[in-house]
């Protein structure tokens, strides 16, 4: 059974720093690329970040270009994403999800199979 649990998320001031992780169990993590999303309330998902199996290829929507960072650590079976210069429009719920495609998932959220319950990121003004 696949699962994934995302942590780390909280409250913030704007400007602050977050680092959410991601542990993966029921998978080799090291054969999945990954992806973050977010969604706040009443708009769509939204795309944030995406990574290859490797770690080599990486993704970012446009409203985060710059100041988030998406990583992975294929031993620990986890992906993490370091979110910097935090503003109060990064308010969401943010989720990780795996992707079957090997190399790159994208930014598509039909191309990810499995997904977290989702973490609360606050970022206050």
């Known amino acids: 059974q696949v699962r994934l649990v995302e942590s780390g998320g909280g409250l913030v001031q704007t400007g602050g720093s977050l680092r959410l992780s991601c542990a993966v169990s029921?998978?080799?993590?090291?054969?999945?690329?990954m992806g973050w999303f977010r969604q706040a309330p009443g708009k769509e998902r939204e795309f944030v970040a995406a990574?290859?199996?490797?770690?080599?290829?990486?993704g970012y929507g446009d409203s985060v270009k710059g100041r988030f960072t998406i990583s992975r650590d294929n031993a620990k079976n986890t992906v993490y994403l370091q979110m910097n210069s935090l503003k109060p429009v990064d308010t969401a719920v943010y989720y990780c999800?795996?992707?079957?495609?090997?190399?790159?998932?994208?930014?598509?959220?039909?191309?990810?199979?499995?997904w977290g319950q989702g973490t609360q990121v606050t970022v206050s003004s």
């Open positions: 990574i290859s199996s490797s770690g080599r290829t990486t």
């Open positions: 029921g998978r080799t993590l090291s054969t999945y690329s």
């Open positions: 999800a795996l992707s079957p495609n090997r190399y790159y998932g994208g930014s598509d959220p039909p191309n990810y199979e499995y």
